[in-house]
């Protein structure tokens, strides 16, 4: 596709469920991340994989979240046990590579997820 | 701790009009700093960029300013037109030594006025 491609676009979990939220990058592009924007804020960065490597993963906020690229394209993050403050919105972006001029990043629309 | 701060919440000016909105960061080691633009349900969409060597870039109606002294960077559209009415987010990068993530501001919201 042309853009980074995000699914589902809304979520409704119950406390306790487990979600995967998927992102499909734009063809090619070797970098992939994942943020996470609450209510009234800024993007914050959860995780970034270059192909299938995980190379930072300092912003997941605890061990119920889980992200993989298996095969250096889509992308899955995982929310185990959901709770109330895992409402936000949750973007994925990817570029090209690493270099200055080759890293910005271009954002799918993100997938809404709403834990009641 | 908030490294990138955007301290103006909103701001509205009339068509035609300079729309200027503002950014200061606080970490010394941003090196890279992006604007984008995000409309109701889409996600961000890069605006422009400027790197820290420079203290200007300019693309068409947009132009940024990166005063690194004062830890300050600006954003403006000239002239305003209402289809830039949207929310503008300030990003920056440590290219080195910092990994490729990006640290946003909260967002200004331009209402740009007929």
């Known amino acids: 596709g042309a853009g980074v491609s995000q699914s589902p676009r809304y979520k409704v979990a119950k406390r306790g469920q487990d979600v995967a939220l998927r992102c499909d990058p734009i063809?090619?592009?070797?970098?992939l991340f994942w943020y996470q924007q609450a209510l009234g804020q800024g993007p914050e960065f959860l995780t970034y994989?270059?192909?299938?490597?995980?190379?930072?993963k300092s912003g997941l906020p605890s061990d119920r979240f889980f992200a993989e690229r298996p095969e250096g394209s889509v992308s899955t993050l995982k929310i185990q046990r959901t709770q109330q403050e895992d409402s936000a919105v949750y973007l994925c972006?990817?570029?090209?590579?690493?270099?200055?001029?080759?890293?910005?990043?271009?954002f799918g629309a993100g997938t809404r997820l709403s834990v009641l | 701790d908030q490294q990138v701060k955007q301290n103006s919440p909103s701001l509205s000016v009339q068509e035609g009009r300079i729309s200027i909105l503002n950014c200061d960061y606080t970490?010394?080691?941003?090196?890279?700093f992006l604007w984008y633009k995000k409309y109701p349900a889409e996600g961000p969409t890069f605006l422009i960029s400027?790197?820290?060597?420079?203290d200007k870039n300019e693309d068409g109606r947009f132009t940024v300013f990166l005063n690194k002294s004062a830890k300050h960077l600006s954003l403006h559209i000239v002239p305003s037109q209402p289809g830039d009415s949207a929310v503008y987010f300030c990003?920056?990068?440590?290219?080195?030594?910092?990994?490729?993530?990006?640290?946003f501001g909260t967002g200004t919201q331009l209402k740009v006025e007929l």
């Open positions: 972006a990817s570029s090209v590579g690493t270099g200055v001029a080759k890293n910005i990043q271009y």
């Open positions: 063809s090619g592009h070797v970098s």
């Open positions: 994989f270059q192909n299938e490597a995980q190379l930072d």
């Open positions: 970490n010394s080691m941003f090196d890279y």
């Open positions: 400027i790197s820290s060597i420079k």
């Open positions: 990003a920056a990068r440590r290219v080195t030594g910092g990994g490729n993530k990006l640290t």
